[in-house]
């Protein structure tokens, strides 16, 4: 294995990391922008709110799009297991 194919590993690991993790990541973002401009807007400054609703975003993502993210990592690791050989 030469320096070549050990950067095109890293490279799908990292691919594979943002494509798993930034729908996560953006959801969670859009909510806590939402919540804290409904925050400012009633005035009500309880954390608990933003935390509780990005939990549930975070489990509906998870619940609707668990598949989609196992098949992605069995493809990467099977792709992995195919270079061993």
């Known amino acids: 294995m030469n320096a070549g194919e050990l950067s095109g ?19 969670c973002m859009i909510v806590g922008v939402v ?9 009500i400054h309880e954390q608990s709110i933003a935390f509780v609703l990005k939990l ?17 990592l069995q493809e990467f690791a099977l792709k992995m297991f195919e270079r061993m050989v």
């Open 9 to 27: 590993i890293f490279q799908d690991a990292i691919g594979v990391v943002i494509r798993l993790g930034m729908p996560i990541l953006l959801l």
């Open 35 to 43: 919540v804290a401009i409904l925050q400012a807007v009633t005035q």
């Open 56 to 72: 549930l975003v975070v489990i509906l993502f998870m619940t609707l799009g668990g598949g989609w993210m196992l098949r992605t």
